[in-house]
């Protein structure tokens, strides 16, 4: 009975060891078979990415020889026309994205920046202290220098935001201006050129050098149908008693005086810091160019020799610019009204 037990349990073995087997062999059978459809795939998709890839090359080719043989075909006139609408497409495609790119820079702008008052008011800016000024809770209106708006400090580069001077949505500079001779009044010009020296004035005041007044950095703004310098494009500025000292190459000394006109020759030849005589040698370069576009204006003419004299000593000072030019507006005034 124990001899039966044992072939029994050893039949039953066997049988389990042929089923695992069997089911080993059908499991190798199949990962076999995905393997090949795999490959398959595989070269079936190579196959047919490359054949796409020869038709699109073969289909591109077949549009370039069209369009040569229409461009033979074509006259001159119509390769022309051709051109131009293709250039006037790209041009407005470009300024499209411009317009989009300045858009969303206006937009960044306005989330950024800090307005400091909701709408600007005049103000006297005798009465105006340094405190409330640099806090940005004033600031005054009308004074020949730009209103600020506010500032975006978050990042760099740093920017500002001022008020827009113009004319009728225009940027008027006063080198456009006086190439026009508008206005054609001495006494209107001498209140002008009165309002820019006495705007530089102010500054020198506040212990700050311009160092880059030419006639491109005064902008003439239209308010209340009278005409006011402002004086802009402070990047140059700095301190008063930290005027840069040039030290340049006689190559560099000529490029500045062939390029840069306005700048004072002393601070050319690196013999004297910038200084407020050099602001007033660029103002003097203002002087002159209304001169030259209107021969009558003598007494401003003796005024812009002094102001452009080699030597800074002898030059006028800013307060003695200010009260000649103040003083040639009344006598103007006054020789008006007796007319």
């Known amino acids: 009975m124990a001899e039966n037990q044992t072939n029994a349990s050893g039949s039953l073995f066997c049988q389990t060891t042929r089923l695992s ?19 398959q795939r595989t070269r079936t998709g190579q196959k047919f990415r490359k054949n796409t890839l020869e038709e699109l090359h073969r289909k591109r080719l077949k549009r370039n020889k069209a369009r040569k043989s229409n461009m033979r075909q074509m006259t001159k006139k119509d390769k022309r026309t051709l051109i131009r609408s293709k250039i006037k497409k790209d041009l407005e495609a470009a300024h499209k994205n411009e317009i989009a790119q300045l858009t969303n820079s206006v937009v960044d702008l306005k989330q950024k920046a800090v307005f400091f008052w909701k709408s600007p008011k005049e ?38 935001v001022p008020q827009f001077h113009g004319m009728e949505g225009n940027c008027v500079t006063f080198s456009c201006l006086v190439h026009k001779i508008i206005p054609d009044s001495q006494k209107e010009w001498c209140r002008i050129m009165y309002e820019c020296a006495d705007a530089l004035l102010f500054i020198h005041s506040k212990d700050h050098l311009h160092n880059d007044l030419k006639g491109d950095n005064v902008i003439i703004s239209d308010v ?52 407020p005589a050099s602001d007033v040698y660029g103002f003097g370069l203002l002087l002159s160019l209304l001169c030259k576009y209107n021969k009558t204006y003598e007494p401003l003419r003796k005024l812009v020799f002094s102001c452009i004299s080699g030597s800074p000593e002898k030059r006028p000072t800013t307060q003695q610019l200010v009260a000649e030019l103040q003083l040639q507006y009344t006598s103007q005034s006054v020789q008006i009204s007796k007319q």
């Open 21 to 39: 087997q069997s089911v080993v062999d059908r499991a190798s059978d199949s990962l076999a078979d995905d393997r090949q459809n795999t490959i």
């Open 123 to 160: 103000i006297n800016r005798k009465n105006l202290t340094d405190d409330t000024i640099q806090s940005g809770e004033e600031s005054y209106l009308g004074e020949g220098l730009p209103l600020l708006f506010g500032t975006c400090i978050d990042v760099k580069p740093y920017l500002l």
């Open 224 to 275: 209340n149908n009278s005409l006011h310098p402002v004086i802009i494009d402070f990047g140059k500025s700095t301190l008063l008693t930290k005027g840069k000292l040039y030290k340049l190459s006689l190559r560099d000394q000529e490029k500045y005086r062939k390029y840069h006109k306005h700048i004072a020759p002393e601070v050319v030849r690196g013999t004297h810091p910038q200084s």
